[in-house]
C-alpha cells in the first residue's frame, strides 16, 4: 500500500515544483537562516499522520515552540514562488521534522557498534547468545 501512495505523489504536479524551488532554496542557504541540518521532499505530516500531500521538509535536531525561535528564523507555513517551468505562481507547503542530524546518528552508531564490540571481546561467550 505504501508503494501506490509513493507512486501517486511522485506522479502529482506538486513534485516537480517543489524540485524546483529546492535547488533554489538550497542555493540561498537555509541552513544557517533557519537553524536546519537538512531539507528535503517528503510527505506533509499532521498529528503524526500523513496528509497525503507532498511538503517542502525542513529537519531540524530539535522542534521548539513558535513562541522561542526568533521571528528571522522562523520557517513560513508556505512559500509562494514562480515557477518558469509552469508560468505561474504557486505555494508550496513546508513542514518541520525534528530529526538528528545524520552525521551524528552515524557517530552514535559507530559509538554503540564499538562500544558493544569491546564488551564482546571482554565477555566470555554466554548461553543465550545475549
Given at each position: 500500500m505504501a508503494k501506490e501512495q509513493r507512486q501517486e505523489f511522485s506522479n502529482?504536479?506538486?513534485y516537480p515544483l517543489l524540485r524546483e524551488f529546492l535547488t533554489?532554496?538550497?542555493?540561498?542557504?537555509?541552513?544557517?537562516r533557519y537553524g536546519v541540518h537538512a531539507v528535503g521532499i517528503g510527505d506533509k505530516v499532521i498529528a503524526?499522520?500523513?496528509?497525503?500531500?507532498?511538503?517542502?521538509?525542513f529537519y531540524v535536531?530539535?522542534?521548539?515552540?513558535?513562541?522561542?525561535?526568533?521571528?528571522?528564523?522562523?520557517?513560513?507555513?508556505?512559500?509562494q514562488t514562480f515557477s518558469y517551468e509552469y508560468?505561474?505562481?504557486?505555494?508550496?507547503v513546508?513542514?518541520?521534522?525534528?530529526?538528528?542530524?545524520?552525521g551524528l546518528l552515524g557517530s552514535l552508531i559507530q559509538s554503540r557498534?564499538?562500544?558493544r564490540s569491546r564488551e564482546a571481546l571482554a565477555a566470555p561467550p554466554s548461553i543465550t547468545g545475549h
Open positions: 502529482q504536479e506538486e533554489l532554496l538550497v542555493r540561498a542557504n537555509p541552513y544557517s503524526r499522520k500523513p496528509a497525503n500531500r507532498l511538503a517542502l521538509r535536531a530539535r522542534k521548539l515552540p513558535l513562541s522561542q525561535v526568533p521571528r528571522e528564523q522562523r520557517i513560513p507555513a508556505s512559500f508560468n505561474r505562481d504557486v505555494e508550496l513546508t513542514d518541520v521534522i525534528e530529526s538528528p542530524p545524520a557498534r564499538f562500544v
